[in-house]
Structure formats: structure tokens, C-alpha cells
């Protein structure tokens, strides 16, 4: 097989990978949705007012991994499309994809593609996810103000603690958000580092061509 069928093979298996990912995302967006549904239903069926509060908590139990499992897929993502952009398409005549889509993402082409920069799916992930969690922060809250018979104290502590993790999930899981976005933290450091491994290579073919 020639380098240039072997090259544009390759390509094709690590696209498909990547659509993979994609797909794989959309579906686990759609199951962490269904869970917390069910858990929000669950919650609201409770006659006891305590139980009804921990229930709508437990919906941190899905949202939490669910988000963590759909930033290891966008990490494995720019894993493969760096990949492309450093070892596949600059020996490709045409085929030009990812490199190109970098540029464009960035801005370095025409200012006006300000506006049509990304699709922005991490960002839309986030806030889904975000969304949920925020609902069922106000509804545990809502349920733990109308338990009579709890101590003052321990209600405003439980409100306080309640809303502190409620905002410390959001900063966190934004940061974590943002480093996954096109043109983020995660990208610049994977394509640099194929980087690393192209010109290693590179000075490793030159050093066993000189002659001994």
C-alpha cells in the first residue's frame, strides 16, 4: 500500500473515532437527562419532607460523572484531531479538515467569522448539565424550608451549604469546561505535544542517517 492510501485510511479510522466521541456524548447527554427526570419525579412522589430533600440532591450523584465522562470524551476528541492537524493532513494534498477549522476557529482568516468561531457543544454540555443541578438545588432548598420541626440553625446551615455547592460545581465544572473548548487549554497542549513527538522523530531518522 502506498503512503499516501496508508495515510488517508488512517485518517478515515481517527474521523469515524471522532464522530464516535461525538455521538457517544449526545447519547450520554440524553441518559444523564432521563436519570435526573426520573430522580426530580421521584423527589416530588416523597411525602416525607427530609427524604424529599435528598432525593432531589441525588441528582448531583448523576450530573457530577456524567460531566466528568464528557470531558474525557472531548479530551480524547483533540487527542485525535491534533493528531491529524500535526502527522496526517500536512501529507495530504486536499484534505485539509481540521487544520483548517483551527484557523477558522480562531479567527485568523477574516474577522468575519467572529460569530461563526464554534459550535460551542462543550459550553452547551456545561450549561445543560448546569441547569439541571440548579433545578435541583432550588428544589431541595424549597423542600428543606418547609420542614417544621428543624433547627433554625441547622436549616440555614443545610440552605447555606446547599447553595455553596450548588456555586462551587459551577466554577469548577466551568474551568474544567473551558479547558475542553476549541482552541481551549486541552487542544493547545495535545497539538503541542504531537508537536514534541514529530520533531523527536524527526531528529531521531536524521541522527540514524548519518553514517557511523
Known amino acids: 500500500m502506498d503512503e499516501k492510501n496508508e495515510l488517508w485510511n488512517q485518517y478515515q479510522t481517527l474521523r469515524d473515532e471522532i464522530k464516535g466521541s461525538d455521538t457517544l456524548n449526545f447519547q450520554i447527554i440524553g441518559v444523564i437527562i ?3 427526570v426520573a430522580i426530580i419525579i421521584e423527589g416530588f412522589k416523597q411525602t416525607n419532607l427530609v427524604t424529599k430533600t435528598l432525593t432531589f440532591i441525588c441528582v448531583y450523584l ?6 466528568q465522562i464528557l470531558l474525557g470524551n472531548r479530551r480524547g476528541i483533540w487527542r485525535i484531531s491534533t493528531y491529524l492537524r500535526v502527522f496526517i ?7 485539509k479538515w481540521e487544520t483548517r477549522l483551527s484557523k477558522f476557529s ?5 474577522d ?32 428543606l424550608i418547609m420542614i417544621q420541626n428543624l433547627n433554625t440553625f441547622l436549616r440555614i446551615a443545610c440552605i447555606i451549604g446547599f447553595a455553596a455547592f450548588f456555586i462551587s460545581s459551577i466554577i469548577i465544572t466551568f474551568k474544567q469546561n473551558e479547558s475542553v473548548k476549541r482552541n481551549g487549554t486541552v ?13 523527536s522523530e524527526s531528529e531521531s531518522q536524521l541522527t540514524d542517517s548519518i553514517p557511523k
Open 34 to 36: 432521563a436519570a435526573v
Open 62 to 67: 448523576v450530573t457530577i460523572p456524567g460531566f
Open 89 to 95: 493532513e500536512p501529507k495530504l494534498d486536499h484534505v
Open 106 to 110: 480562531r479567527g485568523d482568516i477574516l
Open 112 to 143: 468575519i467569522s467572529k460569530g461563526l468561531k464554534s459550535s460551542k457543544m462543550a459550553f452547551n454540555e456545561w450549561l445543560i448539565i448546569s441547569l439541571m443541578n440548579f433545578f435541583a438545588t432550588v428544589a431541595a432548598i424549597s423542600s
Open 187 to 199: 487542544e493547545r497542549l495535545y497539538f503541542l505535544n504531537w508537536c514534541q513527538v514529530r520533531d
